[in-house]
């Protein structure tokens, strides 16, 4: 019944959830500790492009992409 994070917006994919709170965004999955991934405008939006089974292209917006390795558990700036 604990709340384990606050969401303004999220966007799913299949290791967990991009979520928006008061201009930051991270990745979480909801067990391990959110993976910070800088600030984000309301009118961005965040895309997943699965690459291998634990890894996947984040963009957010029109011209940002991360690289997150669900398994290391890192997420990094591409």
């Known amino acids: 019944d604990n709340v384990l ?3 303004d ?3 799913p994919c299949d290791a967990g ?3 928006q709170t008061g201009g930051e965004l991270c990745f979480t999955d909801g ?3 959110a993976l910070p991934m800088g600030k984000i405008e309301w009118r961005e939006d965040v895309q ?3 690459i291998s089974e634990k890894e996947y292209c984040i963009k ?3 011209n940002r ?3 997150l390795d669900a398994a290391k558990w890192t997420c990094i700036k591409i």
């Open 5 to 7: 994070f606050r969401a």
């Open 9 to 11: 917006t999220y966007s």
């Open 17 to 19: 959830f991009a979520v």
């Open 31 to 33: 067990v391990r500790e």
């Open 48 to 50: 997943f492009l699965r």
């Open 60 to 62: 957010v917006g029109g």
């Open 65 to 67: 992409y991360f690289l």
